[in-house]
Nanobody, 122 residues
Framework: QVQLAQSGGGLVQAGDSLRLSCAMS????????IGWFRQAPGKEREFVAA????????DYADSVEGRATISRDNAKNTVYVQVNSLKPEDTAVYYC???????????????WGQGTQVTVSS
């Protein structure tokens, strides 16, 4: 089993930056990709970014390309996503997720964090 504990989030102004953290514990060695997703009110959950745990391949959604950076700290077993130039449409509950199957993908995640609210005011 893998546990994902999220931190960060909150209320920010448009144009601000925000960094979310996802601390992992448990059978981390079994993981291949860590991803971030978000779900806005009344909308389906959407992919934001992903990074492989072995290696450093990354993938970004078009909506955050150029504004977001996903990174990891192996020593802390933590993955981060920083989003700059935040917009009101970035308002959502953000989730980190982890998958074991090889391949950096936007679906098929096995474990999920508890979610954290990000609200961007205009």
């Amino acid at each position: 089993q893998v546990q994902l504990a999220q931190s960060g989030g909150g209320l920010v102004q448009a144009g601000d930056s925000l960094r979310l953290s996802c601390a992992m514990s448990g059978r981390i060695f079994s993981l291949y990709t860590i991803g971030w997703f978000r779900q806005a009110p009344g909308k389906e959950r959407e992919f934001v970014a992903a990074i492989t745990w072995p290696g450093r391949n990354t993938d970004y959604a078009d909506s955050v390309e150029g504004r977001a950076t996903i990174s990891r700290d192996n020593a802390k077993n933590t993955v981060y996503v920083q989003v700059n130039s935040l917009k009101p449409e970035d308002t959502a509950v953000y989730y980190c997720a982890a998958k074991m199957k090889v391949g950096i993908t936007r679906t098929g995640y096995d474990y999920w964090g508890q979610g954290t609210q990000v609200t961007v005011s205009s």
